[in-house]
């Protein structure tokens, strides 16, 4: 079937998008196939579908973000909606108000979807028991972020022309990434085998639970990998004493050419970004023909395109 | 003819008699005489004169239950739980003792306030209240509280409330000061540094939801130390809620060693398994944790065997203000004092334990450790006890419930057993209000 039948033909059965969990294998294959199917109508650029005229969209991030943020509002404004970006700071949540007491408050707006990032787990799912729109996670703590890994897996499709499979390595600090949980659990529904490789103190407990094999050491952990995703030291949500140093973490775990050795020859080297250059990704890698960073974010806008569209499926 | 409430003498006839403290299970009847047990056995009615009987038609009576670990409101946070509201919840429970933990506003470490909480707890309360008082001022784990004179106000026993003494010498010095008075020193067993940032179990479920945990090493390792300074003060001890296998075995051993120590649970963690936390449900947020399914039924198997002396209730009315919110920065506390005889109960109904050794955990055992006149159903002791149906299922409804927080884990959950009347000195306190209990002249 084209990527445009498929695109077409498929449903969306839920309401909100939460997470990557309870997702199957077919509604993964539907999303990326409306997504890739945007990427045909969206280039040439100064297209512009009408689907979300006279709806309304509202980014609420209760935490801090340059690409994620933007890359909804691109979408929606592709797709015609009215966008409007509310940044909840910290200080206004210190005057006392709760996030239910902000969903109430939009919901009473009437928006057609909410954009939500929040830093604490569950806070997705419990804004979508508030409000009567559809509610897409944007990152909840460190639980899921499904957006990220749904372009993720776009990425790896066009690159590699399949999923099933491929060995993924994840190296980084994977017990505070949303992005590796929900990868982990998209590439394992895929088919492909999923590797962590983390010093013991940046990863969760009991992690193989996760359905993932654990390497504490790179030389191992990228044998025979497919594609190597580097993820972002979280300065942000990391308690001190996980790692002795930044010099300590890049000899160990960052990513440079010796390292890319360990993989396969025609391995990807991907990473959600924002890069800490020279932490976890030596700086010339990020801009190697390996590198499939760049093609990640234009996957970003088509992905969130496409689960904007998937949602609307169920609006009133 | 007059309800038996109303009369300083009366019977309780043809009742399943059960009584861990002396042994006895057998169906008989009860006098009451101004407030106190007078008789027990089989056929007593028919040495009586014309006095009010109650038929209770086989069903069990039980001594009140002791809930030692209850937080109230009063004073400070009177809009969660007072003094009366809790009582009225404990009566509805079989509670006819409440024993309430010293993390208030202001915080019970002064004699004046224990003295508050007796009148308090005398003028608008309708079961028994004692004070367990702070074992530090402010309970900020630095210095000693006047144990002695908190001890002759009333206080029954001392503990640093929620917060553990992270510092070894101070639990020394306290453990050995409060031997010399007698007195018991409880504890919340927690490692503050281990525990850290989690707000659930760490384990598979944690790991799963994304949410930061707290290893049951955390809990353990208190235990142990505070196990160790009690071998070496020669101090009684009591591990206020354990939640786990490894705990129950520091326990155990130091049992077999002859210390003075023992150990209570809560009946959470009796009941529950951290499955129940399901998808981010904060009414299952609880200190200690819910926690993986082989430490509940390791828990069980500690009440079965006698290694954990007591069950508690650990009731914390919490509002919904503070409950409704993410996983992580919801309030920790559930409701439970009304709840704990039917769900210690439903561990007998599913055959998990035997109906005397779970009874004798909440009533005899407490008893004994806080030096206590109730807990037992014999000539002299206080006339408070408790008539349960074993068999009348019922749904529980968190907006009936008697507290005045509903924030209650058990909440459209159905128990198979209930409370028919509940007495506190020979007074009933309590009535089902469904079913009807016929009196004969």
């Excluded at chain 1, 980084?172 to 590796?180: K, L, N, P, Q």
């Excluded at chain 2, 500690?302 to 290694?307: K, L, P, T, V």
């Amino acid at each position: 079937m084209s990527i445009a039948a498929q695109s077409e033909q498929f449903r969306y059965p839920y309401r909100h998008l939460l997470g990557i969990e309870g997702l199957s294998q077919a509604d993964i294959y539907g999303l990326l196939a409306m997504a890739e199917h945007e990427i045909a109508t969206v280039r040439p650029a100064g297209t512009k579908k009408d689907v979300l005229r006279g709806r309304t969209l509202i980014n609420l991030f209760f935490e801090p973000s340059t690409r994620t943020q933007s890359s909804f509002e691109l979408a929606g404004k592709r797709l015609s909606a009215d966008v409007m970006n509310m940044a909840v700071s910290r200080s206004s949540m210190e005057k006392g108000e709760t996030l239910i007491d902000t969903a109430i408050t939009l919901n009473a707006m009437r928006p057609d979807i909410i954009v939500v990032r929040h830093h604490c787990a569950g806070a997705a799912q419990l804004l979508s028991q508030k409000v009567d729109c559809a509610v897409i996670n944007a990152g909840d703590g460190i639980h899921e972020h499904p957006t990220q890994a749904l372009l993720d897996a776009l990425t790896v499709k066009r690159k590699k022309g399949r999923i099933a499979g491929l060995t993924i390595a994840i190296c980084g600090d994977i017990m505070h990434s949303r992005v590796a949980r929900s990868n982990i659990i998209l590439f394992n529904t895929l088919g492909a085998r999923v590797r962590v490789i983390a010093p013991s103190t940046l990863l969760p407990p009991n992690a193989e639970v996760l359905g993932v094999e654990v390497f504490n050491g790179m030389r191992e952990g990228l044998q025979g990998a497919d594609v190597v995703m580097m993820l972002r030291l979280q300065r942000e949500r990391m308690i001190s004493a996980l790692i002795p140093s930044l010099r300590e973490y890049f000899h160990l775990y960052g990513l440079n050419r010796e390292k890319l050795g360990w993989a396969k020859p025609d391995a990807i080297i991907m990473h959600p970004g924002p890069i800490n250059r020279g932490v976890e990704i030596e700086s010339g890698l990020a801009d190697d023909p390996r590198s499939v960073i760049r093609e990640q974010v234009e996957m970003g806008v088509v992905v969130r395109m496409a689960v904007l569209q998937a949602v609307a499926q169920h609006l009133p | 003819m007059a309800e038996p409430q109303a009369s300083p003498v009366h019977l309780l006839s043809g009742a399943r008699i059960l009584c861990p403290a002396t042994g006895r299970d057998e169906i008989g009847d009860v006098l009451v005489e101004n407030g106190v047990i007078a008789d027990i056995g089989p056929g007593l009615e028919r040495r009586q004169g014309a006095i009010p009987v109650l038929r209770c038609d086989g069903h069990l009576l039980i001594p009140g239950l002791i809930d030692m670990q209850v937080f109230t409101g009063e004073p400070g946070s009177e809009h969660r739980e007072t003094l009366a509201t809790a009582s009225r919840a404990a009566a509805a429970g079989g509670v006819t003792t409440i024993i309430c933990m010293p993390d208030t506003i202001p915080v019970i470490d002064d004699v004046a306030i224990v003295n508050f909480i007796e009148r308090a707890a005398r003028a608008t309360a309708i079961v028994n209240i004692h004070p367990i008082a702070a074992a530090t001022k402010r309970l900020e784990g630095k210095e000693m509280t006047e144990i002695a004179l908190l001890k002759e106000a009333g206080a029954v026993a001392f503990s640093n409330g929620k917060t553990s003494i992270a510092d070894a010498r101070l639990m020394r010095l306290l453990l050995a000061y409060a031997k010399d008075q007698g007195a018991l020193v409880i504890h919340a067993t927690e490692d503050r540094d281990l525990a850290r940032g989690g707000v659930m179990n760490e384990g598979n479920v944690s790991t799963r939801l994304g949410l930061p945990g707290v290893h049951s090493a955390a809990e353990t390792i208190m235990v142990e130390r505070d196990v160790r300074l009690a071998g070496l003060t020669g101090g009684r001890y009591h591990a206020a809620t354990i939640s786990c296998r490894a705990s129950l075995e520091v326990i155990a051993r130091a049992k077999a060693a002859g210390h003075a120590v023992t150990c209570g649970v809560s009946v959470n963690n009796l009941a529950l398994s951290e499955e129940a936390i399901g998808s981010y449900r904060t009414y299952f947020k609880v200190k200690p944790p819910l926690r993986a399914e082989e430490d509940r039924r390791a828990m069980v198997t500690g009440i079965a065997s006698g290694h954990i002396d007591v069950i508690v209730s650990n009731h914390d009315p919490q509002d919904v203000d503070v409950k409704r919110l993410p996983f992580e920065e919801a309030a920790y506390g559930a409701i439970g004092v009304e709840t704990m005889l039917a769900a210690a109960l439903e561990l007998h109904h599913r055959g998990e334990i035997a109906l005397a050794p779970l009874i004798a955990a909440m009533t005899a055992n407490p008893a004994r450790l806080l030096g206590l006149p109730g807990g037992r159903l014999a000539p002299g002791a206080p006339a408070d006890f408790a008539l349960v149906h074993l068999d009348a299922p019922w749904t529980v409804d968190a907006k009936r419930l008697h507290s005045k927080s509903k924030n209650t884990l058990f909440d459209e959950q159905t128990f198979r057993s209930r409370v028919l009347r509940t007495f506190v000195g020979g007074v009933c306190v309590y009535k089902d209000p469904e079913f009807h209990l016929a009196y004969a002249a």
